[in-house]
């Protein structure tokens, strides 16, 4: 076993709702716009990233999730809306947003982010904003193409779903994207 695994701790999306997205996805790329796209099996609501971990943290990472699950209760969310980080101007991120019980899902960050600062990881510095990566832009590109876009499927939204699970995922990087592995989870709301 390696002496460090880059990981990060996240909600899994439901498979119909990654589907959803993949076809949207799909759609964006007709309009002809210079996007790496995120692998839809690679779609997560992320809660915390933690970069690389001494492998020897595992076993207390995984127990503050779960103290963070325990206290938690599963949360009704809608994937809902596209834009991008940091703005139109320089977009680096392109994202489908999220609707429903938010202020759930932030208490539940928040609490993850407090219960790590237990086991010395620093809380982060910029607020929490729930969001579905589905691309990254690494280049320039006509802005009147890219805005026509982002408008067209401004109004995208999937079903409701549930997000009852946080899981911690450890992260390979590869040639060819990222690959992710299901190490630990907990049920929110079960001891």
């Known amino acids: 076993m390696p002496d460090t695994i880059r990981t990060f701790i ?10 959803d ?3 949207l996805q799909q759609d964006l790329k007709a309009y002809g716009v210079d996007i790496r796209w995120i692998r839809p099996e690679n779609i997560h609501l992320t809660l915390k990233f ?5 492998a ?18 599963p949360i009704s969310l809608q994937a809902k809306g596209i834009g991008v980080f940091p703005g139109v101007k320089r977009p680096r991120i392109l994202w489908v947003g ?12 928040k609490t993850l982010d407090s219960n790590l600062k237990g086991i010395a990881f620093s809380p982060e510095k910029r607020p929490f904003k729930g969001h579905l990566t589905i691309g990254r ?7 009147k193409i890219f805005v026509d876009a982002l408008m067209a499927f401004r109004s995208f939204e999937s079903e409701t779903f549930i997000a ?20 630990a989870s907990a049920t929110l709301g079960c001891p």
């Open 10 to 19: 996240a909600v899994e999306i439901p498979k119909n709702i990654i589907s």
């Open 21 to 23: 997205i993949r076809d």
């Open 50 to 54: 933690l970069g690389d971990v001494p």
């Open 56 to 73: 020897a943290d595992m076993d207390s990472i995984f127990r503050v999730i779960s103290r963070t699950a325990e206290g938690g209760s």
């Open 98 to 109: 999220l609707t429903g019980q938010l202020e759930l899902l932030s208490r539940l960050q």
């Open 137 to 143: 832009i690494k280049t320039k590109m006509n802005s």
């Open 164 to 183: 009852d699970r946080i899981v911690l995922f450890k992260s390979e990087l590869k040639p060819n994207g990222a690959e992710y592995t299901d190490l």
